[in-house]
T-cell receptor, first 115, second 110 residues
């Protein structure tokens, strides 16, 4: 099976702009989770979607949002970008039936730089 | 909410030595504990996981132990090799998410 893919791989934006990142899960996987990775902070959970519904959300401001489509592809959006949003954004997919208790497979990430 | 503490943040060993990374979690309902390895510039990859009905699990040079009473779990790597150099993340499950530790940078020198 093809792995998790993310587009774009790199993005440069300026403060105040908005950005949309895309994640295509492994075929058959219905759960997609998003994480923000920054040096020293590890992987911080943003949100998780299953069958087009957000099941869980981390402690991030409302500027961070997401959605999932009927084919399980997911997008996340960050509005009014701040310098501190510069990070590697990773998505991970899993079959979804295990409610967070199953193997998650990560994509390569989108590296966002906010200037 | 769930919190996962991981120690140490950096670990340097000589090739052939053992390495141990420890994690503690706060949610007593957590019952799935995976470990991921992330090499520089690459995506995190699952290397081993353990569930709460098991106290220890081994896979060649890698082992994970779990103490549910104390709410901590550990990764043990024996006979380390230079290719083990990477960042290692532990995680603990909540009802619908995995919460990760902040990572341990392991450096293995030959």
């Amino acid at each position: 099976k093809a792995g998790v893919t993310q587009t774009p791989r790199y993005l440069i934006k300026t403060r105040g702009q908005q950005v949309t990142l895309s994640c295509s899960p492994i075929s058959g996987h219905r759960s997609v989770s998003w994480y923000q990775q920054t040096p020293g902070q590890g992987l911080q959970f943003l949100f998780e979607y299953f069958s087009e519904t957000q099941r869980n959300k981390g402690n991030f401001p409302g500027r961070f949002s997401g959605r999932q489509f009927s084919n399980s592809r997911s997008e996340m959006n960050v509005s009014t970008l701040e310098l501190g949003d510069s990070a590697l954004y990773l998505c991970a997919s899993s079959s979804g039936g295990g409610y967070g208790q199953e193997t998650q497979y990560f994509g390569p990430g989108t590296r966002l730089l906010v200037l | 909410g769930e919190n996962v503490e991981q120690h140490p943040s950096t670990l340097s060993v000589q090739e052939g030595d053992s390495a141990v990374i420890k994690c503690t979690y706060s949610d007593s309902a957590s019952n799935y504990f995976p470990w991921y390895k992330q090499e520089l510039g690459k995506r995190p990859q699952l290397i081993i996981d353990i569930r709460s009905n098991v106290g220890e699990k081994k896979d060649q040079r890698i082992a994970v132990t779990l103490n549910k009473t104390a709410k901590h779990f550990s990764l043990h790597i024996t006979e380390t090799q230079p290719e083990d150099s990477a960042v290692y993340f532990c995680a603990a499950s909540t009802r619908t998410a995995l919460i990760f530790g902040k990572g341990t940078t392991l450096s293995v020198s030959s």
